[in-house]
């Protein structure tokens, strides 16, 4: 069975411009979660979908960052513009089940880098 | 979610069992300690979990003491490929959202 795979694996920008990642999940796996390390610090939470409505949004940095997960399947994360701060790995995980707690399997991430 | 505390960095050698103490000093009634391991260019790996006592899979092991205010990930044996982040997470076994701390980077040595 194929794991959480995320397109592209690397992507440089110009400050200003948009980049879209996208996280396909395991299938049937209902929530979705991303995540990101910027340079030098931790793993952070983003968001958190179950099917697709958005569970927890609280980890995203601020209205220049747009999550979907159009039909539960496949999710996509824009930023528009991206700022020299976005840049880092952004994991994508996903989990069976929704009553949480469940083991996230994460995908091998995408490495952002605005310049 | 609590707070986790780990050693920022430890080194090895191929065949040693390595032992890295994790401290939650406040977690919860409801928490559960789970570990992920993270290899370079790759996504965080879930290893093991545990609410108390001892729990030993075919990776690893992991001791709870009574009264849970710390941990202890054990591997047996490491090899070169367990070079690795280890990460230490506390969360209630009904919570979604995972918090990494700064992880433990492990190095073997052959």
């Known amino acids: 069975e194929a794991g959480v795979t995320q397109f592209p694996s690397h992507s440089v920008i110009e400050k200003g411009q948009t980049v879209t990642l996208r996280c396909d999940p395991i299938?049937?796996?209902?929530?979705l979660y991303w995540y990101r390390r910027v340079m030098g610090k931790e793993i952070k939470f983003l968001l958190h979908?179950?099917?697709?409505?958005?569970?927890?949004e609280s980890g995203m940095p601020n209205n220049r960052f747009l999550a979907e997960r159009t039909g539960g399947t496949y999710s996509t994360l824009k930023v528009q513009p991206a700022e020299l701060e976005d840049s880092g790995v952004y994991f994508c995980a996903s989990s069976q089940g929704v009553d949480g707690g469940e083991t996230q399997y994460f995908g091998p991430g995408t490495r952002l880098l605005v310049l | 979610l609590a707070k986790t505390t780990q050693p920022i960095s430890m080194d090895s050698y191929e065949g040693q069992e390595v032992n890295i103490t994790c401290s939650h000093n406040n977690i919860a009634t409801n928490d559960y300690i789970t570990w992920y391991q993270q290899f370079p260019s790759q996504g965080p790996r879930f290893i093991i979990q545990?609410?108390?006592t001892k729990v030993t899979n075919e990776v690893a092991s992991l001791f709870i003491p009574a009264d849970r205010k710390s941990s202890t990930l054990s591997l047996p044996r490491v090899s070169l490929s367990d070079t690795a982040v280890y990460y230490c997470?506390?969360?209630?076994?009904?919570?979604?959202?995972?918090?990494f701390g700064t992880g433990t980077r492990l190095q073997v040595f052959p």
């Open positions: 545990g609410y108390k």
């Open positions: 299938s049937g796996h209902d929530n």
């Open positions: 979908f179950v099917k697709e409505s958005k569970q927890d």
């Open positions: 997470l506390v969360g209630a076994d009904n919570t979604d959202k995972l918090i």
